[in-house]
């Protein structure tokens, strides 16, 4: 039996001058292109490190960029007159969406000339456009979205994944998780080797559906040949916890998650503005403690976590929220940059390889003892 062809990670795609190009897709978000190229500026004061290509009506972008200081020189834009909506349905994207600036970006990915896309437009079409366009990675049944969670791990996050990409999951798709995730992990968060845990409703051997016990096996098998350590179950409480790095779940449940814990700090920050505007007294006691605050404000903010990325495919994605400012546009380009300076997706490619091929052998070796019986 042949061996599976394990890649060698390639440097990420450059501009002429040497920098990190991002393809990014200025319509589409509840705020406008005005919000995005607000972001792509913040970005580029940051980083000199940073080129874009961007996509979307070529006057309306070059007007809103040759107001932002240094950034035309920075910025290749390509004309896209069409806009996905969020009320397109995938389906329709899929067969009319050529000519939109979201396909555009992906265009841009899929030819070679960034490495990364960033768009704050419709996730479903999103996807959808870049599982025709871009394909999955060979050895990858549902691609992910995966996302980060405040917690007190020394990075400050942890990586749940799939949010969203697909509500259906079996076994060895959640096994694929797990390997997406833990390469993320060490790509996009540093940690050399993460640790895995299998969401369930229990932490106990017994409990859950029989394909997350069938995963379990599954991914324990797998922790050597991805250079991860898997904790086992873990419980919703979990998901901030110091126990795990990377949590893996079906999309349903990891959606419902994200959306539950998104819409929690928001009831959080306005508890805090509440009590804190109760009183003089609990007034003075704010402007004490404003320092404090604003670095939980910073911690808890979603725009500063802004960007679920989608894995497995042959190329990488980062969807930002639709309702992203321009600091959330900026976090998710920050985040799109980093992955593509650590040579990500060529590095999760061999990794699933790698993995493909310790089944491969396991297969034959268990044929190979009962042909010997």
Known sequence: MPSAQVMTPEAPKAGTSG??????DAMGGDRGP??????????????????FIVH??????RRLISHRRGLSERCTIRHAAGVVTMQDKPSQVMRHGEGTSMWSAIESVKN???????SCGNTGALMAISMIRLRKLPGINRPAIAC?????NPGGFNLMLDVGADIKADAPDLLQYALMGASYARNGLGITRPRVGLLNVGTEEHKGRAELKAAQDLIE????????DYVGFVEGGDLPSTRVDVIVTDGFTGNIALKTGEGTAKLVGAFLRDAFNATLLSRFAALLAVASLRRLRKRIDPRRQNGGVFLGLNGTVVKSHGSADST?????????FRLAQSGFRERLAARVASVAQAGQDADLAAVEDRNSE
């Open 56 to 61: 979307g009506p070529e006057d309306e972008l």
């Open 19 to 24: 920098r990190i190009v991002i393809s990014v």
């Open 148 to 152: 980060l969670w405040p917690s007190r």
């Open 328 to 336: 959330g546009v900026s976090a998710a380009i920050k985040l799109a």
């Open 112 to 118: 070679g000339e960034a490495t990364v896309a960033v």
């Open 221 to 228: 098998a797998a922790t050597e040949a991805g250079s991860f």
């Open 34 to 51: 005005a919000a995005v190229v607000a972001g792509m500026a913040e970005s580029a004061d940051k980083n000199p490190d940073i080129e």
